[in-house]
């Protein structure tokens, strides 16, 4: 997971339409750099350098929200607390941040490891535009939807970072603003923060964003799908043999559920 990338093979893939996936438990040098390397070729191949530091960003907080979730697992189940109502989370919230930017009791990393708590990002690319999906692969996670319903809602209609910090009293430090910032340079960019999604189909949760190379013509996998129509440049039925036809149309059904999270 700490190998750095070539970006001759790197290149050679993307050129053949390949998809990009890099695992990481945290954030570390080496999976920054193999982002940075795979979406600089992605969208030079379609033209489209400008969009680097919104896609860039965007990615690294999308994984970071993912790991920051894995850690508050681990610091839940340390100190034996739960996590079954908004009031639990507010109390809980400061502490588990301090233990974040301190590291005085927990080695994060070190949990992270022994308890196979990695996220992967798959970055899947056309000509129409770059679908980046992170799936963190733990197999034991908080339930923070009523956490994450409640932070994208308020982040949606931000204008401005001091917005947040009114909204999370908990977070002085903004050690979990990055998401909402992420939304702010969406809206900024003339881009689409509503083709943000998370869910949470079964024990494992994700979060996607899809960036269009042309906002005004863009349909997304979501709107595909309501409207039963192909999923392409991202899912092509036509390629599915016979066989497994039956389970692909499950996969669509599933994906038309998982797909409401923040709606």
């Given at each position: 997971?700490?190998?750095?990338?070539?970006?001759?093979?790197?290149?050679?893939?993307?050129i053949s339409g390949y998809k990009v996936g890099l695992n990481c438990y945290t954030p570390v040098t080496s999976y920054i750099k193999n982002l940075d390397i795979s979406?600089?070729?992605?969208?030079?191949?379609?033209?489209?350098?400008?969009?680097?530091?919104?896609?860039?960003?965007?990615?690294?907080?999308?994984?970071?929200?993912?790991?920051?979730s894995n850690k508050r697992f681990i610091f839940y189940k340390k100190y034996n607390l739960s996590l079954e109502s908004e009031e639990d989370f507010i109390k809980n919230?400061?502490?588990?941040?301090?233990?974040?930017?301190?590291?005085?009791?927990?080695?994060?990393?070190?949990?992270?490891?022994?308890?196979?708590?990695?996220?992967?990002?798959?970055?899947?690319?056309?000509?129409?535009?770059?679908?980046?999906?992170?799936?963190?692969?733990?197999?034991?996670?908080?339930?923070?939807?009523?956490?994450?319903?409640?932070?994208?809602?308020?982040?949606?209609?931000?204008?401005?970072?001091?917005?947040?910090?009114?909204?999370?009293?908990?977070?002085?430090?903004?050690?979990?603003?990055?998401?909402?910032?992420?939304?702010?340079?969406?809206?900024?960019?003339?881009?689409?923060?509503?083709?943000?999604?998370?869910?949470?189909?079964?024990?494992?949760?994700?979060?996607?964003?899809?960036?269009?190379?042309?906002?005004?013509?863009?349909?997304?996998?979501?709107?595909?799908?309501?409207?039963?129509?192909?999923?392409?440049?991202?899912?092509?039925?036509?390629?599915?043999?016979?066989?497994?036809?039956?389970?692909?149309?499950?996969?669509?059904?599933?994906?038309?559920?998982?797909?409401?999270?923040?709606?």
């Amino acid at each position: 997971m700490k190998e750095v990338l070539k970006e001759s093979d790197i290149e050679k893939g993307i050129i053949s339409g390949y998809k990009v996936g890099l695992n990481c438990y945290t954030p570390v040098t080496s999976y920054i750099k193999n982002l940075d390397i795979s979406l600089r070729i992605i969208l030079k191949v379609y033209d489209k350098m400008d969009l680097h530091p919104i896609i860039f960003g965007v990615t690294q907080e999308l994984v970071r929200f993912s790991t920051m979730s894995n850690k508050r697992f681990i610091f839940y189940k340390k100190y034996n607390l739960s996590l079954e109502s908004e009031e639990d989370f507010i109390k809980n919230e400061p502490n588990f941040l301090k233990s974040v930017t301190h590291h005085e009791d927990i080695n994060y990393r070190e949990e992270l490891i022994n308890n196979k708590m990695f996220v992967s990002t798959v970055i899947e690319h056309n000509e129409i535009g770059i679908n980046i999906k992170v799936h963190n692969m733990a197999e034991e996670q908080l339930n923070q939807e009523f956490y994450i319903r409640n932070y994208l809602k308020l982040a949606m209609n931000y204008t401005n970072v001091m917005e947040y910090f009114n909204d999370h009293p908990e977070d002085p430090q903004g050690r979990s603003l990055g998401l909402a910032l992420s939304i702010i340079i969406l809206k900024e960019a003339g881009l689409r923060p509503d083709l943000m999604r998370m869910g949470k189909p079964g024990t494992k949760s994700y979060s996607r964003i899809e960036i269009p190379f042309n906002v005004d013509t863009y349909k997304s996998i979501r709107d595909r799908i309501l409207n039963d129509e192909s999923i392409v440049p991202f899912e092509k039925p036509n390629l599915i043999p016979a066989q497994f036809k039956e389970q692909f149309e499950a996969r669509k059904r599933l994906l038309e559920g998982e797909l409401t999270l923040h709606d």
